[in-house]
């Protein structure tokens, strides 16, 4: 798991990181992007041709990048690494967060290059083959 995250940063430099807190990251972007695609292709793009737009699938991302980053930052920096509050936050839970919105907004157009097949008005978005 620590080579997923490590494309950006160098694993020496992080003194305090365990396993439990690239397993809990991995999950929070896991099922946070699962969620959103879900929603997006298989329960607005099966009702509606209302939120068939580039734009829209877009802004669901967006909320995904935004609801990973929150989470992220707070079950990391109060469950896995029990700090009491925001001053005691190192500037790897900051980093980490950022690195794992990144791959949220990957994950989330890959996860659409396979859901999009399950949608009747969205099958086209993000790129039509």
């Known amino acids: 798991?620590?080579?997923?995250?490590?494309?950006?940063?160098?694993t020496n430099n992080w003194s305090v990181w365990d396993e439990k807190g690239f397993t809990v990251g991995f999950m929070i972007?896991?099922?946070s992007t699962l969620l959103f695609v879900s929603i997006f292709y298989l329960l607005l793009g099966r009702k509606s041709m209302r939120f068939s737009s580039v734009g829209h699938w877009f802004l669901f991302g967006f909320y995904n990048n935004i609801i990973i980053f929150g989470i992220?930052?707070?079950?990391?920096?109060?469950?896995?690494?029990e700090l009491a509050s925001f001053q005691d936050f190192d500037y790897e839970i900051w980093l980490f967060?950022?690195?794992?919105?990144?791959?949220?907004f990957v994950l989330y157009f890959l996860f659409s290059m396979v859901f999009k097949y399950f949608s009747i008005f969205s099958k086209y978005y993000p790129v039509k083959f």
């Open 29 to 31: 972007l896991s099922f």
């Open 72 to 81: 992220t930052v707070l079950l990391e920096g109060f469950l896995v690494f």
């Open 97 to 104: 967060s950022i690195i794992n919105t990144l791959y949220g």
């Open 1 to 10: 798991m620590e080579t997923f995250y490590f494309l950006f940063e160098d």
